[in-house]
């Protein structure tokens, strides 16, 4: 499994690879982010805010 956080400028600014299903967004800035999280058969892309 292959996480990635995008933000609005389509820039990744986090990429974790693995099983990890927690992600430490901590260090990111107040915002809107987009999360894809791609699998070997699939891949899923959504919005979140982190405030």
Excluded: A, C, P, W
């Excluded at 974790?16 to 070997?40: A, C, P, Q």
Aim: glycine fraction near 6%; charge should be positive; proline fraction near 0%.
């Amino acid at each position: 499994m292959v996480i990635e956080i995008f933000n609005n400028l389509g820039q990744i600014v986090l990429k974790e690879n693995g099983d990890n299903r927690n992600i430490d967004v901590s260090k990111l800035s107040i915002g809107s982010y987009f999360i894809k999280i791609e699998t070997k058969e699939s891949f899923s892309i959504k919005r979140f805010l982190k405030q």
